[in-house]
């Protein structure tokens, strides 16, 4: 479903592209396999990785998820990691 917008990928930030992918992390190292997440590791995506197991190996540059309380996580980026807190603001019609 994702593939035709593999050829836009080294050019997301010039055109604007801003793609967010969520999954659970228990079997994301094998995720990462597949063509477009492997390129936008290639391309050095940045995200945020919250709680899980360290054995899924790192997911996001050289960081592994860990276990932490919910809503807490690491934000990866080229150049740095960053400790984060999201938070959720449900909204007035839920």
């Known amino acids: 479903m994702l593939m035709p917008l593999l050829e836009y990928l080294p050019f997301a930030r010039d055109i ?8 659970t992390v228990q079997g994301a190292s094998r995720g990462m396999y597949e063509p477009f997440l492997a390129r936008t ?5 940045q995200g945020v990785v919250l709680s899980g197991g360290p054995s ?10 860990n276990r932490r309380p919910p809503g807490r996580g690491t934000l ?6 960053l400790g984060v807190q999201l938070g959720f603001v449900p909204s007035e019609y839920d």
């Open 76 to 81: 990866v980026t080229r150049h740095s990691t």
């Open 56 to 65: 899924e190996g790192a997911l996001l540059g050289s960081v592994k998820p």
């Open 16 to 23: 604007g592209l801003r793609i967010v992918i969520v999954r």
């Open 41 to 45: 590791r290639e391309l050095g995506a």
